[in-house]
């Protein structure tokens, strides 16, 4: 499959090797989170705009979209890359650490965009082997709800595409390794925001309080009882307190304690009952105990689910393309991704490309300040998405 027409696609891959690394050192060495994305979508508009026979456009202030149609008809299909940092500051030591302090790429989206970047030069460049319409979007915003990829999808970006592929580097996988997975494949991330709201007073009279410290401890405890013992063990459901923010001395018992969480889960009825069991819960500890509390939830991105034909037909290709035992199903995973928001609009699927390495240290989780990628993993992204999206404009 890799060989079109006499053109072989994993060579013109590694013939952009060196290039797609050079962009993605540059994209990590100047970070910018989400909604700000303001230099890197104009270092790719003006990157992209060079390449030949692309119609490029901002779909919004920090998104690019590029838009190739081959020399004979067939299907339209999006390939999208995100491009937005966290807020973070780095602790790598290599050559091209972040230049902006309290910014860094530490998931990946700089090697995502740059791989994009590689496979939008390449059809570029082959626009006679193209059977149809090709959209590389380039997202920004992914790592903030709403998100990027709603924006865009608000914009027109995916209005006649016939299927959207998407990948991930992901550090837990070996360089080395894709992994692919039909249907559910990650879960939606919701976030709920806790008032626990008792008296204040000294800390030698506690009597004379009601502690908010000591109910809202309380509630975080028992809020574990909602996926184990009010959730069906077979669905899968995620519960975490992350922030819990209260006091400020010693002597002091504080009037009220400030707790956030993520809430993960897969599935339709036990996303929507999860609010309700939260504040049932905290309603009943706090009024146990005479104290009030204040409750926020907000519904975030809808689970990725991928679309079982498009997955296969992914597999399929990448198997051919790639060393006997590269290519495994993976389990699905608790973790978020806006890419949803375009398989409303069209079928399609999203996989991860292997990138951690043991060896050389690479070995630190996404969102750590000392995450890094094994830069091999670029030319395997590049050489999968390409082989891919021409599965299917091929």
């Known amino acids: 499959m890799s060989v079109i027409n006499g053109v072989d696609l994993n060579k013109l891959a590694s013939e952009v090797k060196d290039q797609v690394v050079a962009w993605r050192r540059h994209f990590h060495m100047n970070p910018e989170i989400s909604f700000q994305e303001v230099d890197t979508s104009q270092y790719i508009y003006d990157t992209v705009s060079a390449f030949p026979n692309l119609v490029v456009t901002r779909p919004s202030k920090t998104s690019v979209m590029a838009v190739l149609k081959g020399d004979k008809p067939g299907k339209t299909i999006a390939l999208r890359a995100d491009m937005d940092a966290l807020e973070m500051t780095e602790e790598n030591s290599h050559e091209f650490v972040s230049k902006r302090p309290g910014a860094m790429h530490a998931c990946g989206h700089d090697g995502h965009t740059a791989m994009l970047l590689g496979v939008t030069k390449i059809m570029s460049e082959n626009k006679n082997l193209i059977n149809g319409e090709v959209r590389f979007l380039f997202q920004h915003a992914e790592e903030l709800f709403p998100g990027g990829a709603q924006e865009m999808c608000d914009k027109g970006v995916m209005d006649g595409v016939d299927l959207v592929l998407g990948c991930h580097l992901w550090a837990p996988i070996p360089v080395g390794k894709i992994g692919v997975c039909a249907g559910p494949m990650m879960a939606s991330p919701d976030t709920f925001w806790l008032k626990i709201i008792g008296k204040g007073g000294h800390a030698a009279l506690p009597h004379n309080t009601i502690d908010s410290i000591a109910i809202a401890c309380q509630v975080v405890t028992n809020l574990q009882q909602i ?14 307190v992350s922030v819990f923010n209260g006091g400020t001395a010693h002597n002091i018992i504080p009037g009220f304690v400030d707790i956030c969480g993520s809430v993960r889960t897969f599935d ?4 929507e009952r999860m609010p309700k069991l939260i504040e049932q819960i905290t309603k ?23 679309d079982a034909e498009v997955t296969k037909a992914v597999e399929e290709v990448l198997i051919e393309n790639f060393e006997e035992g590269t290519v495994y199903t993976m389990p699905p995973n608790m973790g978020g991704e806006d890419f949803s928001a375009f398989q409303k609009k069209a079928p399609g699927t999203f996989y991860y490309v ?35 999206a021409f599965k299917f404009v091929g």
């Not at 996926?227 to 975490?240: E, F, G, I, K, M």
């Not at 339709?268 to 996303?271: A, D, E, G, I």
């Not at 009943?284 to 991928?306: D, M, Q, R, S, W």
């Not at 690479?362 to 590049?382: A, N, Q, R, W």
């Open 268 to 271: 339709k009825n036990v996303r």
């Open 284 to 306: 009943g500890v706090t009024e146990a105990h005479g104290a009030t509390y204040e409750l926020k939830y907000e519904f975030g991105y809808a689970p990725v689910i991928n």
């Open 227 to 240: 996926v184990s013992r009010n959730t069906d063990p077979l669905d899968n459901a995620v519960v975490t």
């Open 354 to 388: 292997g990138a951690g390495n043991e060896e050389k240290g690479i070995t630190y989780p996404h969102h750590h300040t000392k995450f890094d990628i094994d830069e091999k993993s670029l030319d395997i992204g590049v050489k999968a998405m390409l082989n891919a």
